[in-house]
């Protein structure tokens, strides 16, 4: 299964999730793997593809000056069979090993299954990813639009 995520729009992107139905996103932190929106995607060779309906919005930002790009959103998480008691977990380029969100040298991922939300951003300053509040969660972390 695939450890490469992408981000090229609002429509095309992955995100990281348990490799089985059902999973608790922090206790497979070591063991997620990158799902897609679509089957394919370019630079995120061996993917899976999200189950339909998984996303509900997605909302694209790209900072040129910065160099990240970034999608927030709401899930369904009855779609991936994700607990309404998980309250969630971080994925970054150290967890799970060797993930990476192709054309950038660091990644950082929320996903709060509680409030159906997700975040991931892909940069090439490791600050502009902070990997430090993972309790923090989506809106705090990395801001952005969750309607």
Same mark, same amino acid.
């Not at 950038?104 to 299954?113: A, C, G, H, M, N």
């Not at 975040?119 to 952005?144: A, M, W, Y």
């Given at each position: 299964?695939?450890?490469?995520?992408?981000?090229?729009?609002?429509?095309?992107?992955?995100?990281?999730?348990?490799? !089985?139905?059902?999973?608790?996103?922090? &206790? *497979?932190?070591?063991?997620? +793997?990158?799902? $897609?929106?679509?089957? *394919?995607?370019?630079?995120?060779?061996?993917?899976?593809?999200?189950?339909?309906?998984?996303?509900?919005?997605? %909302?694209? +930002?790209?900072?040129?000056?910065?160099?990240? +790009?970034?999608?927030?959103?709401?899930?369904?998480?009855?779609?991936?069979? &994700?607990?309404?008691?998980?309250?969630?977990?971080?994925?970054?380029?150290?967890?799970?090993?060797?993930?990476? $969100?192709?054309?950038?040298?660091?990644?950082?991922?929320?996903?709060?299954?509680?409030?159906?939300?997700?975040?991931?951003? $892909? $940069?090439? *300053? !490791?600050?502009?990813?902070?990997?430090?509040?993972?309790? %923090?969660?989506? +809106?705090?972390? &990395?801001?952005?639009?969750?309607?």
């Amino acid at each position: 299964m695939g450890q490469t995520g992408t981000i090229l729009s609002q429509t095309d992107f992955c995100i990281f999730l348990p490799p !089985k139905f059902g999973g608790d996103i922090a &206790l *497979n932190e070591d063991r997620a +793997v990158a799902f $897609c929106t679509k089957p *394919n995607m370019p630079g995120a060779a061996n993917a899976q593809v999200l189950p339909a309906g998984f996303i509900k919005t997605a %909302h694209f +930002v790209a900072n040129t000056t910065a160099n990240w +790009v970034q999608v927030t959103g709401r899930i369904d998480r009855s779609k991936y069979g &994700l607990s309404p008691k998980d309250g969630g977990g971080q994925y970054d380029m150290r967890a799970p090993v060797g993930a990476l $969100c192709n054309g950038y040298k660091s990644f950082v991922q929320l996903t709060e299954p509680d409030a159906q939300i997700y975040c991931i951003r $892909c $940069c090439q *300053n !490791k600050t502009d990813c902070p990997v430090n509040k993972s309790t %923090h969660g989506c +809106v705090k972390v &990395l801001g952005g639009s969750y309607l």
